[in-house]
């Protein structure tokens, strides 16, 4: 929590949350005592109308997730979209978000990334979208719960490949929170083998398709093994790049597969 976010929460008129049980323990530790009041994916119609009439008769609303910033596959879009066609003013404040805290110690390549929400629950329409993203060059990043992690490592292994970079955060700045990297199959073989590793808030960042455009040539993966020998994978890739013409990025990629082979 930012010292920002707590002024807001403590001089708005009232706070919508997504869940307002689990909002009092956040507020209680800020001594925070502004009115809440629920606004999660099931709000009908009228609770939406409600909070548009507290703005326009001049108030201010808070609008909080159970984890995270709003909206980043939370509930909270449409009151945003009224408010917004509305002439009703929204600010951000800007807070901590899952997706770019495990990008950003993920590893594998930030500059393009695609954040895809939480994937299909059921595995056959998993499959079917992780197929129309399996040439994707960009790094990718989902949201996954926990009951389902090992049935969508186990999509992604057979979509994408078993030896597709990839990297999962777990807790996140929580007590338990862990970090694991490797291949997709690695990474299912390690969560499998632990239990507590199937629990709590999951983010699995997987890297693009190296190979998708064809940019890499099989001269450039030869150079890149026989550089990775006996220089650190950045270096190998980065001279790799300059006398094949190869991406670099993508070089590094295909490093960090070839890596653990």
Same mark, same amino acid.
């Given at each position: 929590?930012?010292?920002?976010?707590?002024?807001?929460?403590?001089?708005?008129?009232?706070?919508?949350?997504?869940?307002?049980?689990?909002?009092?323990?956040?507020?209680?530790?800020?001594?925070?005592?502004?009115?809440?009041?629920?606004?999660?994916?099931?709000?009908?119609?009228?609770?939406?109308?409600?909070?548009?009439?507290?703005?326009?008769?001049?108030?201010?609303?808070?609008?909080?997730?159970?984890?995270?910033?709003?909206?980043?596959?939370?509930?909270?879009?449409?009151?945003?979209?009224?408010?917004?066609?509305?002439?009703?003013?929204?600010?951000?404040?800007?807070?901590?978000?899952?997706?770019?805290?495990?990008?950003?110690?993920?590893?594998?390549?930030?500059?393009?990334?695609?954040?895809?929400?939480?994937?299909?629950?059921?595995?056959?329409?998993?499959?079917?979208?992780?197929?129309?993203?399996?040439?994707?060059?960009?790094?990718?990043?989902?949201?996954?719960?926990?009951?389902?992690?090992?049935? &969508? $490592?186990?999509? /992604?292994?057979?979509?994408?490949?078993?030896?597709? +970079? #990839?990297?999962?955060?777990?807790? *996140?700045?929580?007590?338990?929170?862990?970090?694991?990297?490797?291949?997709?199959?690695?990474?299912?073989?390690?969560?499998?083998?632990?239990?507590?590793?199937?629990?709590?808030?999951?983010?699995?960042?997987?890297?693009?398709?190296?190979?998708?455009?064809?940019?890499?040539?099989?001269?450039?993966?030869? &150079? $890149?093994?026989? /550089?990775?020998?006996?220089?650190?994978?950045?270096? +190998? #890739?980065?001279?790799?790049?300059? *006398?094949?013409?190869?991406?670099?990025?993508?070089?590094?990629?295909?490093?960090?597969?070839?890596?653990?082979?």
């Amino acid at each position: 929590m930012v010292p920002r976010a707590v002024s807001t929460l403590q001089s708005v008129s009232v706070i919508a949350c997504e869940d307002t049980r689990h909002s009092k323990k956040l507020l209680e530790h800020f001594n925070i005592d502004t009115p809440c009041i629920a606004y999660h994916d099931h709000t009908d119609q009228k609770s939406t109308e409600k909070i548009l009439n507290r703005l326009g008769a001049g108030k201010n609303v808070a609008l909080i997730s159970d984890a995270g910033t709003p909206l980043i596959s939370d509930p909270g879009y449409r009151l945003v979209a009224r408010a917004r066609n509305e002439g009703i003013e929204v600010i951000p404040i800007p807070g901590a978000c899952a997706a770019i805290s495990a990008l950003s110690v993920s590893g594998l390549p930030t500059d393009k990334f695609r954040f895809i929400g939480f994937l299909p629950a059921k595995s056959t329409q998993r499959q079917k979208m992780l197929e129309t993203l399996k040439l994707v060059t960009d790094t990718l990043v989902c949201y996954e719960a926990p009951h389902r992690i090992l049935a &969508t $490592l186990q999509d /992604l292994s057979d979509v994408f490949g078993s030896d597709r +970079a #990839a990297f999962v955060a777990r807790e *996140i700045s929580k007590t338990f929170e862990t970090y694991l990297h490797g291949t997709l199959d690695e990474l299912l073989e390690q969560i499998k083998a632990n239990s507590n590793q199937q629990r709590g808030e999951i983010v699995v960042v997987i890297g693009g398709n190296v190979t998708a455009d064809g940019s890499l040539s099989n001269d450039a993966e030869k &150079t $890149l093994k026989i /550089l990775m020998k006996d220089l650190p994978i950045t270096k +190998a #890739a980065s001279l790799t790049a300059k *006398i094949t013409g190869g991406d670099k990025k993508q070089l590094y990629q295909l490093a960090l597969i070839l890596q653990k082979k």
